[in-house]
Every structure is written in structure tokens, then in C-alpha cells.
């Protein structure tokens, strides 16, 4: 099992910045992947961003330019610098890590969630 705890939703208006934290723990492998979600009301979750151990990273087209992911392999963490926000990224931001089990099987891990709200 693994555990993610996040950290830094809030309200902000457009234009501003705000920085998500997840932290992970538990039975992490060395390969994987971490990532942020989000949900807005009456949408379906959808990627934000992720990014792999190697370092790579992927970003949906709506927030390329504005949101930066990365993370720290040594402290099993992840972090989404949202900058130049928009009201439309308001929603509820969940942190996930994807990994292979010891028997080749994908499991994905959620966080609990947390809320951005961005005001006009």
C-alpha cells in the first residue's frame, strides 16, 4: 500500500500562483509514476501532469507554460507550481502515484484531494 498526503489548495484569484505538495510513503518502488489530477464540478478527473523517476514529464495543453511539476526520488515527494492561474482550473487537484506491483500488475494510488478555487 502506499499513502499520499497533500497540501496547498486554496483560493487565489486569476493571475495568481499557488504550489501543491504530495507526500509518499509507504511501499513505493524505485519506477514510477507521479502525478497530479483534477476534477471540476461536474467534470471527469483529468491529468494535469506527471512526471516519471527519470525526470520526465508530461502536461495537459491547457496548462503547459503555467504549471511545473517535479519531485524529489530521495524523499518520495511531488510538487505542481500552478502559476498565472485561471478560473478555469479551479477544481479539486489529487496527487497519484502509478506503479507496477512485484507481479507486473498496475496499481494507481490516490490522495485524499485538494481544492484550488480561482476567483475572476
Known amino acids: 500500500q502506499v499513502q499520499l498526503v497533500e497540501s496547498g489548495g486554496g483560493l487565489v484569484q486569476a493571475g495568481g500562483s499557488l504550489r501543491l505538495s504530495c507526500a509518499a510513503s509507504g511501499n513505493i518502488f524505485a519506477i514510477n509514476v507521479m502525478g497530479w489530477y483534477r476534477q471540476a464540478p461536474g467534470k471527469q478527473r483529468e491529468l494535469v501532469a506527471n512526471?516519471?523517476?527519470?525526470?520526465?514529464?508530461n502536461y495537459a495543453g491547457s496548462v503547459k507554460g503555467r504549471f511545473t511539476i517535479s519531485r524529489d526520488n530521495a524523499k518520495n515527494t511531488v510538487a505542481l507550481q500552478m502559476n498565472s492561474l485561471k478560473p478555469e482550473d479551479t477544481g479539486v487537484y489529487y496527487c497519484?502515484?502509478?506503479?507496477?506491483?512485484?507481479?507486473?500488475?498496475?496499481?494507481?494510488?490516490w490522495g485524499q484531494g485538494t481544492q484550488v478555487t480561482v476567483s475572476s
Open positions: 512526471i516519471i523517476n527519470s525526470g520526465r514529464t
Open positions: 497519484n502515484v502509478h506503479q507496477l506491483g512485484s507481479d507486473l500488475t498496475p496499481y494507481d494510488y
